[in-house]
């Protein structure tokens, strides 16, 4: 026969049970995760510990593909307005080898192929968060000078590599051409091509010298728009990259879902089973007997 401290032992182990049943259900109901300890599922932490590992990898890569974007963006931009300038400057060139101009004319013409050269220059140095986009590697100084002893009178002091920037596991990109490839290419110099063309305007030679100095501007001018097809390529690419990367993030997340995650509408309903569990357990201690209760429990203190 069950004796009263039994019984209350009994009981009360029961209570400890449905207070354990109700608070790993209500802790699952407010965090929306059937694992909220390694103790509750190991194989299934560690599982969600390896994907967390891959999601935390592709958020690092698809930041890096955000901020590399906008770098490439920038200087997409920044290279279309040289662009519309240099074919500015090729239309002033051919107007200049129009020989019924004066040669006041051609000297105003020469003084605005000066000022394109100037924009030109202050493009070629752009900087982006910090870091001369058309330096190459070499990107803590303004790639271009003035140098008056220079073909063109600037130099280039950049060098002819290329950043690249991890993208994905196995995948990288390079970031930036080189200003040796955009403005000072071999044989296609922007800046010595518009001090040719400038000066044939401004030394009253003949429209042929004048037309020859337009076609050495065309040379350079089909180099760098050769050469700007990188950036919109480039950013093509990585945005392949990114939506895949936004892919697999998803799958991720499902496989977390259902390593870890939780039924709301189950765990919803074990939660309202153990907070009755509880209840009727609390109700059977009620209807012990207080004192023999309370001597049980001073005897589990000892």
Do not use: K, W
């Not at 105003?108 to 493009?123: K, L, M, R, T, Y």
């Amino acid at each position: 026969m069950i004796s009263t401290l039994q019984l209350s032992n009994l009981v009360l182990n029961a209570l400890e049970t449905s207070d354990e049943a109700e608070q790993t259900a209500l802790t699952q109901v407010t965090t929306g995760r059937l694992v909220n300890a390694d103790s509750d599922d190991p194989a299934a932490a560690a599982q969600e510990v390896n994907i967390s590992s891959q999601m935390n990898g592709c958020d690092q890569y698809l930041r890096s593909i955000s901020s590399i974007t906008s770098e490439l963006q920038t200087a997409d931009s920044s290279l279309n307005s040289v662009v519309t300038a240099l074919q500015q400057a090729i239309s002033l060139g051919t107007e200049g080898a129009n020989s019924t101009l004066s040669q006041q004319d051609r000297t105003s013409i020469a003084q605005q192929i000066q000022g394109i050269s100037h924009q030109v220059f202050s493009v070629a140095n752009l900087a982006y968060n910090g870091t001369y986009v058309f330096a190459g590697t070499a990107s803590t100084q303004p790639p271009y000078v003035l140098d008056s002893s220079a073909p063109g009178g600037v130099r280039y002091q950049g060098n002819d590599h290329m950043n690249s920037v991890d993208v994905a596991d196995g995948e990288s990109v390079a970031v930036n051409q080189p200003g040796s490839q955009l403005f000072s290419a071999q044989g296609a110099n922007v800046f010595v091509a518009l001090s040719d063309l400038s000066t044939a305007l401004e030394s009253n030679g003949s429209t042929s010298d004048i037309g020859d100095a337009v076609t050495e501007l065309r040379g350079a001018y089909d180099q760098l728009t050769s050469a700007r097809t990188f950036y919109g390529s480039t950013v093509n690419q990585i945005t392949g990259t990114q939506n895949f990367l936004n892919s697999e993030n998803v799958q991720l997340a499902q496989q977390q879902n259902a390593t870890v995650g939780i039924d709301i509408d189950t765990a919803v309903t074990d939660l309202t089973n153990a907070e009755e569990s509880r209840a009727a357990t609390v109700q059977a201690a009620a209807s012990l007997n207080g004192a023999t209760l309370m001597d049980y429990l001073a005897n589990r203190g000892r």
